[in-house]
């Protein structure tokens, strides 16, 4: 309410400079998949000619979305984690836990980026079913989205040694508060 005994509404600014590329890759898949899947609408109830290529493009960019999406994820460190022992163990146990956690999500995506790399060297000349376009496209996509969670973990467990604690020994922080 204002001076005049009127009700003002004012929307704040928008910043999205704090928005990471992976928000903006997640984005952009999930626009094409949006797109594909309306196309797909249109041909199917409309024009009563459904295009085939839609169902596996589609499903391939939602993948696209999930891997380049789980990196955000991974960079706000609110994946699903137990954080019941932690209220109940002395505090230096708790600190040694968190930091095993960090070391063990390095290695999990570590492992996950070797592995994928290797899929796709044994993939080699693999083909999509219906399109014609190799499949290490996607695997592609699957392999820089472990490569990023695997760079926003290091960063995570950096940004935890640097101020002390993790979420998991104060489960009130977030990643955006700085020791």
């Given at each position: 309410?204002?001076?005049?005994?009127?009700?003002?509404?004012?929307?704040?600014?928008?910043?999205?400079s704090a928005t990471p590329v992976e928000a903006?890759?997640?984005?952009?898949?999930?626009?094409?998949?949006?797109?594909?899947?309306?196309?797909?609408?249109?041909?199917?109830?409309?024009?009563?000619?459904?295009?085939?290529?839609?169902?596996?493009?589609?499903?391939?960019?939602?993948?696209?979305?999930?891997?380049?999406?789980?990196?955000?994820?991974?960079?706000?460190?609110?994946?699903?984690?137990?954080?019941?022992?932690?209220?109940?163990?002395?505090?230096?146990?708790?600190?040694?836990?968190?930091?095993?956690?960090?070391?063990?999500?390095?290695?999990?995506?570590?492992?996950?980026?070797?592995?994928?790399?290797?899929?796709?060297?044994?993939?080699?000349?693999?083909r999509m079913t219906i399109v014609d376009l190799?499949?290490?496209?996607?695997?592609?996509?699957?392999?820089?989205?472990?490569?990023?969670?695997?760079?926003?973990?290091?960063?995570?467990?950096?940004?935890?040694?640097?101020?002390?604690?993790?979420?998991?020994?104060?489960?009130?922080?977030t990643m955006e508060d700085r020791a």
């Amino acid at each position: 309410m204002g001076d005049d005994g009127q009700f003002h509404a004012q929307d704040e600014a928008v910043d999205l400079s704090a928005t990471p590329v992976e928000a903006w890759v997640a984005l952009g898949f999930f626009w094409l998949l949006g797109l594909t899947v309306f196309y797909q609408f249109v041909t199917r109830y409309v024009l009563n000619d459904s295009a085939a290529w839609t169902e596996e493009i589609a499903r391939y960019f939602l993948i696209g979305t999930v891997f380049t999406g789980a990196a955000i994820g991974v960079a706000k460190n609110n994946h699903i984690q137990v954080d019941f022992f932690y209220r109940h163990l002395p505090q230096a146990v708790c600190r040694w836990l968190s930091r095993l956690v960090d070391v063990l999500r390095i290695a999990f995506f570590g492992a996950a980026v070797a592995l994928t790399a290797q899929m796709m060297l044994r993939l080699n000349n693999a083909r999509m079913t219906i399109v014609d376009l190799p499949m290490n496209l996607v695997y592609g996509v699957c392999l820089l989205g472990f490569a990023a969670m695997l760079a926003r973990s290091v960063w995570v467990m950096k940004v935890h040694l640097k101020r002390g604690y993790s979420v998991l020994e104060r489960p009130e922080s977030t990643m955006e508060d700085r020791a």
